[in-house]
Structures are given as C-alpha cells and as structure tokens.
C-alpha cells in the first residue's frame, strides 16, 4: 500500500479480515475491529480509510494470502492433482479453529447480493483463482493419466467452484457435514469424469 505504518500490516489485516469473516460487513463496526486489531480507530482510519475501504483491504488479503496459499498448498504442490482437489475440498469441512465462519467470499457474497459493484469485483477476483487453479488440475488429470482427454476443462471448472461454494454455505451454517463427507469425493469424481472428448 506504500505507507510507512506503525505495526505489522499484515497481522493487522488478518484481524480484520477474520472479523469481517465471522460478523460479515453490516454485523462489524469499527469497535470490533478496534477491538481484534489493538489499533485506535485513528489509527485504522488514517491507515486506510472508512469501514468500507477496511473491507476491500480485508478481502484483497484474504484473496493473496488464503485463498493463494490454499490453491497452492493443495493443488499446486502435489504430485497427484486428482487427490489434491479432495484435499482441498475435504480442508473445507475441518477449519483449524474449530470454529464454522466459512469463507470470506461466500459469506460476503450471500450478504451483499452484488449490491456493490467494487466488492463483486473482489469476489470475482477470488472465484476465478479458484477456477483458474481447479482448470490447472484438471488438465494436469489428462497428462498424468487419471482422466482420459478432456472435452470441457473450463465448464468442469466452473462446475467444480459450484460445488465448492455450496459446500462453504452449509459449512457456515453447520448442517449436513458428516453427509457432505461421506459422498464428497465421489460427486467431485463424477464432476471431474463425467464429460470427455
């Protein structure tokens, strides 16, 4: 952002994202994210500006440094890229917290509806790195043999996000994980196999 701020910018950011994430936008105030940031209001404000621009700065970083690190921990870095997307889709069902806040963008786009246009543009920013990452493997499948030639990578792709997404809201809202587990990986075989040329 070429500012020189007094704190780490980027633990800051991670509270403020993750407040976003567990109260979505309209549920936080700038008490809370005084409050999960240790920063005065002053501070956050003069640093970037109103709760609006706090929000768009929460879901760049959430974009660069969750979304990127999770494509690239499950999917880029593994030598089988069948199992790297049930990985990345089991990592759904367990957050490291214990907690089911979900994710950032999912939330976010159930509460603004694409009411703004500049937070859908972040949104569409996450969803097409998730795409794009699932388009990689899917290729990858037909070079290592795991699926034969591929028809339509793009629309498995995009097939795959669904099924990603609609994870994440029963994930916020707690219901049917144990169901969602049991048939997982066969609906993402069925998805990933199910169209070739």
């Keep these: 952002m070429g500012r020189n701020l007094g704190f780490d910018e980027k633990e800051v950011l991670s509270k403020i994202t993750n407040t976003f994430r567990q109260k979505g ?5 700038i008490k809370d994210l005084v409050k999960a940031t240790g920063l005065t209001s002053g501070s956050l404000y003069n ?3 109103g709760k609006d621009a ?3 700065a929460a879901l760049a970083h959430y974009n660069n440094n969750v979304v990127r690190h999770r494509i690239s921990i499950y999917l880029d870095k593994t030598d089988n890229p069948l199992q790297g997307i049930k990985n990345l889709f089991h990592s759904l069902l367990n957050e490291p917290d214990g907690l089911s806040n979900g994710c950032l963008l999912t939330n976010t786009a159930v509460e603004f ?10 949104l569409d920013t996450g969803f097409s790195l998730l795409e794009s990452g699932f388009r990689r493997q899917i290729e990858k499948c037909t070079t290592t ?3 034969p030639k591929h028809s ?3 629309q498995t792709a995009t097939r795959l996000l669904l099924l990603y997404q609609g994870i994440l809201v029963f994930v916020r809202a707690e219901l049917r994980i ?5 048939t997982l990986d066969q609906e993402i075989e069925t998805i990933i196999k199910g169209t070739f040329v």
């Design 47 to 49: 640093s970037y500006g």
């Design 152 to 154: 339509a990578p793009q």
């Design 25 to 29: 936008y309209e549920g936080t105030s």
């Design 145 to 147: 043999g795991q699926i």
């Design 54 to 56: 706090l929000f768009r």
């Design 113 to 122: 509806n694409n009411r703004l246009r500049h937070v859908s543009q972040d």
């Design 178 to 182: 144990k169901e969602i587990e049991q």
